[in-house]
C-alpha cells in the first residue's frame, strides 16, 4: 500500500503540481528517510507532522499503513496565534525545545 501511495504521488507530480517526496518543503517518506521504525511509526510521523505544521503554520497530512493492507490519513492543523502566545508564556518560543539542555526557557 505504501508504496502504491509513494507512486501515485510521484505520478502527481510529473506536470511540477503533485507532492515531491523528495521535498521536504512538500513532504517525506519515512521510510525512506529514518528507516522502519517498527510499532512507532505513526507516533513518529505524527509527532514530525505537528513539529512541521507548528513552525509553518500550515496543515500536515499523515498517511500511515495498517498490517491488512489499509492506509490512514490524518490531519495535523497547528494551534492559532492565541494558543502559540499562550505556549510561549509556558514553554518558550519554541515549545519542541522547551526542557532540552540548550535552551527553551519560557519567556519571563
Do not use: C, W
Not at 505504501?2 to 501515485?8: D, P
Not at 518543503?25 to 512541521?52: F, M, P, Q
Amino acid at each position: 500500500a505504501e508504496i502504491a501511495l509513494n507512486n501515485a504521488l510521484h505520478d502527481l507530480n510529473k506536470d511540477g503540481h503533485g507532492l515531491e517526496l523528495g521535498n521536504v518543503e512538500e513532504g517525506y517518506d519515512i521510510g525512506r528517510r529514518l528507516g522502519n521504525t517498527g510499532v512507532s511509526g505513526a507516533l513518529v510521523e505524527i509527532n514530525l507532522a505537528t513539529i512541521a505544521s507548528y513552525k509553518d503554520g500550515g496543515v500536515s497530512a499523515v498517511v500511515y499503513a495498517g498490517t491488512d493492507g489499509s492506509l490512514t490519513v490524518q490531519m495535523v492543523r497547528p494551534p492559532d496565534d492565541a494558543r502559540k502566545a499562550k505556549n510561549s508564556q509556558n514553554r518558550g518560543a519554541d515549545p519542541f525545545t522547551f526542557g532540552s539542555p540548550t535552551g527553551g526557557a519560557p519567556a519571563e
